[in-house]
């Protein structure tokens, strides 16, 4: 299983390159920001594009509802992210979310040759994305929701005769009392999300139950391996208390890859 590492977008700038290059050395896949109103998080990883030569860079996910397809085109050429490596993630809300992805999907591929993630999280939309994505991108669900999931991506690829892409989980991770906490409030606003909220009755669990929030360093690699074989890699999204350099580092070294 291969492991990616994710920062909120609007960490310094500091951050965020230090914590790509540690990634890199230490061996992790892939780096991630995500892409919230109030910060552009093609800008953002174009921070770690910079620090970074083997890494495969993930936005996860763009809304596609507030920022159409020809401002994501224009954004990945503003910013020169390299193509090649680059996992440009998008998805949408309800209404018309099913719509708005398939036909999002198909014009970033009339202009931008690189791979294309999809944000699921229902039934449905597991089976779109096994339809047309590169890669799919879980967010908040436990492995054995994820095995789930996997199992209607691939049948929605094999409906159309093609391979089934990478699936990807985001996975909150945080060391101690305080980043445990500051995790079970991220956890909490989620669960006020109405799509989100429903899927944690589906799975029976509480939010923080989805994330690794651990005492110790030690703790890490354990919680990990309920991970292997539910995806093809976890991307370990981190949680901090004050969103030091110190911090972030301490947790790529906590789950540096075996």
Known sequence: MAQGFALFAATAGDVIRAAAR?????????????????????????????????LELGVGVIPLHTRGPASIVQGVREQQLPLPRLLLGVGSPNPRSLERVRAGVAALRAELSTRIVVAALGPKM??????????????????????QSADIVREGAAAAGRTAPTIYAYVRLALGAAGRARTAEEADRYAGIPAYGA???????????????VDS???VGPALARWKGAVDEVVLRAVTAHDTADETLALVRAAKPA
């Open 126 to 147: 597991c089976r779109l994305a096994g339809e047309v994505a590169d890669g799919v991108l879980l967010n908040w669900v436990t492995p054995e929701y994820a095995r």
């Open 22 to 54: 540690e990634a890199e050395a230490l061996g992790y896949t892939s780096f991630w920001v995500n892409h919230p109103g109030s910060t552009d998080g093609l800008a953002a990883l174009a921070l770690a594009a910079g620090e970074t030569r083997r």
């Open 217 to 219: 360093p030690g703790a």
């Open 199 to 213: 899927n944690f009755t589906r799975m029976g669990v509480k939010p923080i139950e989805t994330a690794i929030a």
